[in-house]
């Protein structure tokens, strides 16, 4: 069976998710280890309350320790581990550190 989803970023901030249909949602929840994105649990919690599959991601912006950068993703998301589906977004072009 396929599911239809899609990624939510700082882009799509105050988008209603009860107005787009959609099996599953991955959202943005941090970035570095100084980027929490606001909008990221009013989207999670809009998941939750219409019954669909979500996950929750970590833009990896390549800081020098990449521990202190997991860590603060933790950290930030201690909440949703082991409900949503952790993901990583790994770009080079964006990941000055590791490319």
């Known amino acids: 069976m396929a599911l ?3 990624d939510i970023s700082a882009y799509q901030n105050g988008i209603n998710l009860s107005a787009v249909p959609f099996d599953f949602m991955i959202r943005k929840t941090s970035e570095g280890t100084y980027h929490i994105n606001p909008g990221a649990d009013d ?3 809009q998941a939750i309350s219409l019954g669909k599959l979500w996950g929750f991601y970590h833009y990896v912006a390549g800081s020098p320790d990449p521990v202190t950068e997991a860590d603060f993703w933790i950290d930030n998301t201690a909440n ?3 409900k949503g589906l952790p993901c990583i977004d ?4 964006g990941n000055a550190q590791f490319g």
């Open 4 to 6: 239809n989803g899609f």
């Open 43 to 45: 989207h999670i919690q």
């Open 80 to 82: 949703y581990w082991g």
């Open 90 to 93: 790994w770009e080079r072009t």
